[in-house]
Every structure is written in C-alpha cells, then in structure tokens.
C-alpha cells in the first residue's frame, strides 16, 4: 500500500474532493465541454471588452464573426476527439455573438445520456440543436453564413440531404478533417472536397497525406488547406501551473494505484485499442524493467499506468493486454484506470508521458500539448502530428512505429529513470514550448485567419453569381 503523506492536514482532503469535481469538466477529454461550462465564455467576454490600450490583453480575434450564422454538422456526438473539437468552436464563437447552429449526423435509435448531456450544454450556451435530416437542415445550410462539417464522415450527409441545394452550399463549407486511418478515403464520403471552400486539417503531415492520397488513389483534389495546431485552454493551463493542486492530485491518485511519490511513473492516456499501441508499450515497459534489472541500474521502482481502459467492455485486446501484464508477472508495476473525464489528475501523477499511437500516428495529439503543460516529457511515436509537437532531444524523444519501436522506446524509458536532471529539464523545456505555440488564444488566431478567408471565399462566390 503506498504511504500516505502526513504534510498534508485533513482540509486539504477535502478540499481535493472538491477540486477532482471541477476537474471533471477540465480535463482534456472534457476540455471542450468545460469551455462551454465554466469560465471560458466569461474569461472570451472579458478579453473581447478588454481592448483598450490599456490593457495587457489582446482583443478575441474571433469577434468579426459577431452576429455571423454557423452551421456545424458532425458525424456523431460523443467524448471523442472530433466532435468535442467542434463544440469549442461553437461555444468560442457563441461568446463573440455568432448564431451557431448543430447538426448531428450518426444518433442512435435509445435515449443516450451522453448525447443528452452534451446537447443540453449546447442549448444552455445558446446552440441551437436541429434534426439532420429535413427542411430545417436545408434552410439552416441555405441561411448560413459558414457551414463547417467535421470529419470525412459527414461528407455522406451531403448528397442525401442537401440534393438539389449542393450548389449553394458547398462555396461556404470550412471541411474540418481529423483522420489519418485509411478506411475513410471513400469516395462517396469526399467526392465533394474539391468544391467546398476549404478544408482544415490539424497537421502538416496530415494535410500532405490527404492531399497525396486523395490524388492517387480517388483522382480528386484538396481544396485550399489550411494547417491549424491546437491549443490548452486558459482552465487547463491554470491547473497545470498550480503546484499545490499538482502536489495535492499526485498524492491522490499514486495512493490510489499503490504508487509511492519517489517511484517513477510512466503514462499511456488514450482509450484502449490497437491503434494507440498500449500493448506495444507493455512490451517496451517489460523490456525496460529487464534492461534495468540486468544492468543493476540504481533507480527508484518503475511502474506504468494505462488511462482509458474500459473493464466493462472486455474487449479481445483489453483480454491480451491483461494476460500479457499476467503472464510477465508485473501486475504489481502495471496499473489500468478505466475511462475517464478526470485526466489532468493522472498528468498531475505521473513523470513521463508516452504516445504511442501507431500507423501513420495522431492526426495531432491533445494529450500531448496538455502533458507538455504540466512539464512531463513525451515519449512519442516519430510519426504524425506529434513530431510536429514534440521536439526530439529537447521536449521528449521519438521512437519508430510498430515492432522496431520496442526496444528504442524501452531504452528511452532507461534514459528517463536514470537522468533525472535532463527528465526534469525536457519537461520545462515542453512547458515553454506550449507557452509559445500551443495556447488557447494561438488557436484563437489561427483559426480566425482561416474563417476571414472562407467567409470571403463564400461572399466572393456569391457575388460573382448575383451580377
């Protein structure tokens, strides 16, 4: 059972208690909902007030698109990545004065408490939530000023629901595309990419591979694309900066895990699949503890935490991974938490961060950024967008995909427990690089530049068809 701290007073229990609740709608799965929820619309407000000269804080960039009509589709909605994404867009774009509208393609037929729950958000913040299907889809998409879709998969809502009014639309769509799996470069998903006004993808390597393969393999063209980095949000980074709540969460969840706090802890955060290489990563970390038993390295004891496990699912990989831990006989140095919205506790709690996603990688990677801000170092995968975030030697070091990635990974891990002093100096150097490239209001800019050129594209378009 792991120690528990005697520095800290019963208060500070409590007052932890509380602070796990907030965080349940300020971790980075949440992150975007927690934009719509907590403070994010107050702290845009006030910056979009706070113009004056006066004033340290520059004005939202988003505010010329007050009073502007959106309409976002999604292929689903759910805690994953791609939709959540959409929903801080929405929620920005509400604080400035926009008139955003929501579209969920894929529902499923029974009440769904997530779906509910999120769309309830939506309403509260001044969404408006509409069939998909039906003269209410076409007239929202007739009288907006900006349609995004999200995800190659809501190109199939196109054809059958706009029909005849394509023409009219396809000027004044912004596609957001977050994919890298191949299994989506269907034609009757993207056939209309080269006709919209452009599409935004959020990696530089993402965007090459749409473009190479949208050209070989469907015979069409990208449209213009614009490259937009993420960004922490303000409530992330206030959370990452304050060393009394990391202190009082890595307390909290090492003891959970029968975690000392002098053992080095290694974390994988990413739901559970192939794709996201959790059990190459076991394998990496068994590699590490005999590597570290056979040099007789002196390091503190070693253990690994998977973070988006789902036990009630009992999946054939989740099985693998299990029987591996059991069969290595290091189910005392191998933790699995079960999904979650509380992550930044577990950022808080571990020392090194690794993603390992597999393939052609994570199209960019939020978990990333958000363990930078807490001054983890990454073990990456040197593949997708997380080569573009982390920098290799400096912020964290890259390994290849798939089975050539074991051993580099595990002798990375080696590195880590055993050079404390360049483990502690990555982790700073990653917190500088999100403060200079990876903030809320970076994306704010970013994306701002590319609305101004689509809502111009889309006025240009029409124009030319009214003379």
Known sequence: MAKHSVSWPLVHKRWLLGLLIMLSISTVIAFFIRSALDSCDRHLEQVSQESSANSPVPPNP??????????MVSHELSLSGGPLLLMELAFLLRTVGAGVSWITIQKPLQTDGVIYNLEDKMLVR?????????????DAALTADLVVLNTAVAGKWLDPVLKGNLSRVLPKVLWWIHEMRGHYFKLDFVKHLPLVAGAMIDSHVTADYWKNRTQERLG?????TYVVHLGNSKELMEVAEDSIANRVLREHIRESLEVLDEDLLFGIINSVSRGKGQDLFLRSFYETLQLIQERKLQVPSVHAVIV????GAQ?????????YVMQKKIQHRV??????LTVAPYLAAIDVLVQNSQARGECFGRITIEAMAFQLPVLGTAAGGTAEIVVNGTTGMLHPVGKDGVPELAKNMVKLATQVERRLTMGKKGYERVKEMFLEHHMAHRIAVVLKDILRKAKDHQHRHTI
């Open 62 to 71: 988003l505010t010329f698109m007050r009073s502007k009509r959106v309409l």
């Open 126 to 138: 001044g969404v408006q939530v509409i069939s998909a299907k039906g003269q209410e889809a076409i």
């Open 220 to 224: 069409i063209k990208m449209p213009e």
């Open 308 to 311: 988006g496990s789902d036990m």
């Open 315 to 323: 999946t054939k990989f989740e099985t693998e991974l299990r029987n």
């Open 335 to 340: 933790h699995f938490v079960n999904k979650t």
